[in-house]
Structures are given as structure tokens and as C-alpha cells.
């Protein structure tokens, strides 16, 4: 008898797992019980269950989406299609705990594309980034992206965007030392006057790192004695990011020493 009982729950929860799955947009908990036909306690101790295990997630308003391990296994095949999508819970928290603009880059003909971006809770800083390409070397996002190999520098001069901008490589090679050392990039009006923003790497399942998250803002509120402490929510947001991918520190320590 309880085996069967076993088997039915394997087959009830299977059930729950495929509607969430299959479902175009997030789905209610109200929705998985009619759909399914189960009872609402059974639903909900068997998306409890699922969701423990990684099998399924909620969004901000509690609806059920695949969980973390379909998107590491996703992930496996280098896709990116998702990426924003996925990493849109974290770029709003980081949001809400610094009143900045957020950002997530990825790397693009030899430039940081941008491709999410929640806006900064002031009127000053309110920037678009998303769609617009800016240079490696000037950039946090970039210098992440440059410092863990997940990108290269084109075959040219380092543009002078600011009286600040890093124009040699040998600067830029002891800068980037710096971002492996700390585990995050600063820039200081070296992409446009004014600006400051700091970034974190993004790792993917086999530790090499995908994207970069940035925290960016006027100098006159990213100021110097308060930086370290946003760097810090930045890369803890991205190291959660980075845990969904898939990311696992080990593959990530060898991959560093690979480089």
C-alpha cells in the first residue's frame, strides 16, 4: 500500500511539474490545483517539495516557474536567450538595496553590451544603457569581463573617453590584477564624466564567467568611503545569480588557474 501511495505522489507531483514547465507565463497556486484537480494541501505540500529540491521557483508575486535546476541544465548548452529573464529578480533587489542604476552586460563584438536594466530611484543617473555598447576598457562591466577571460580587447587603441580613462595596456593589465584580487571592478569618470559604477563577474556551470552585474551612479552618491559596501551587495547578488547558472566554486577556482 505504500508503495502505491509513493507512486502517486511521484505521479501527482509529476503533473504539477509539467504544467509549470509547459506553461507559457508563470502559473498561481490556484490555477496548479484546478488544473491538476488536486486538493489545495496536496498541491501545496508537493510544490513545497519541488520547490526544495530545485525543481521549481517563484516570482515576486509567488508564482511557480521552472526552478534552478532546469536552468542550469540550459545552461549547459551556452544558451542565452533566458538570461535576462532569469537574472531579472536579482538586478531588482540590488536596485531596491542602492537606489542605483542597474545593469547586465554581455560581451559583443569586441564592446559590453547592455541588455537589462532596472532604473535608479533618483532623477538624476536615470541613463537607458540597454542596447547601447561602450568600450572595454573603460567600463566595470567591461573590466570584469576583460579580467576572468571572458572577453578580449580589439586590436586597437584604448580610447581616451575621459581625463580618467586607463589608455595603456600595461595600466589596464595592473588594474585588472585588482579585479581578480577583490572579485569586482571599479570605474571612476573613466567612461563619462561624473559617472562612477562598480561590477561583478557572472559565472556560468563550468565557472567561466558569462555576464557582469554593475551598480552605476554620479560620483556625488558613489562616493569612495561608500563604494566597497556596494561592491559587495553587487557581487553577493551576482554570486546568487551565478548559483542558479549552475556555478559551482570549485569549477570556477580551476577555471581562474587555467587563466
Known sequence: MSNQNGTQAVDRA?????EVVHSADPMTFTELSSITGLAKSTTSRLLLALE????????DHGRFLPGEMFVSFAWRGGAEAGLVAVAQPFLERLGKATGETINLGVSSNGMVEQIAQVN??????????VGMSVPLHCSALGKVLLAYGATQLPPSQLERR???TITTEAALAADLAGVRACGYAVTDEEL???????????YGYDGSVVAALSVSGPASRMARDGLAAVASRCAEEAAGL??????????????????
Do not use: F, H, M
Not at 14 to 18: E, G, K, S
Not at 52 to 59: A, E, I, P, S, Y
Not at 120 to 129: A, D, K, P, R, V
Not at 192 to 202: F, M, N, R, T, Y
Open 242 to 259: 551565478s548559483a542558479v547558472l549552475g556555478y559551482r566554486q570549485r569549477a570556477a577556482r580551476q577555471n581562474r588557474k587555467a587563466g
Open 192 to 202: 563619462e564624466p561624473g559617472l562612477v559604477a562598480v561590477a561583478a563577474p557572472i
Open 52 to 59: 526544495r529540491n530545485g525543481l521549481v521557483r517563484r516570482d
Open 162 to 164: 575621459t581625463g580618467k
Open 14 to 18: 509529476a503533473r504539477l511539474l509539467a
Open 120 to 129: 535608479s530611484t533618483y532623477l538624476i543617473g536615470g541613463t537607458n544603457w
